[in-house]
């Protein structure tokens, strides 16, 4: 059985648009990073790193699931870079 490498078109930066995502609805929501961090059960210091630092530190699924819930949005508008 023959197996070939078939191409694919990945996004290097989606870090980023999840970090600026994760901005953008926090402030639609009217919500502070401290308020965030609360919710999600997380330090102050890591929401802030992780709108601040750009895409350079990421964040689990489990984080992101807990974000998507209190920013009332569902995750996959965290992916789209189109908004």
Do not use: H, W
């Given at each position: ?31 502070t ?23 350079e ?24 870079d189109?908004?």
């Amino acid at each position: 059985m023959t197996t070939f490498k078939r191409n694919f078109s990945f996004n290097d930066n989606f870090m980023l648009t999840i970090s600026n995502n994760i901005r953008k609805y926090r402030l639609k929501a009217g919500i502070t990073q401290e308020q965030l961090a609360v919710d999600i059960g997380r330090s102050y210091d890591f929401v802030r790193r992780l709108e601040f630092k750009k895409g350079e530190i990421g964040c689990s699924l489990e984080t992101l699931y807990k974000i998507s819930v209190v920013l009332n949005q569902p995750m996959y508008k965290f992916l789209k870079d189109d908004e």
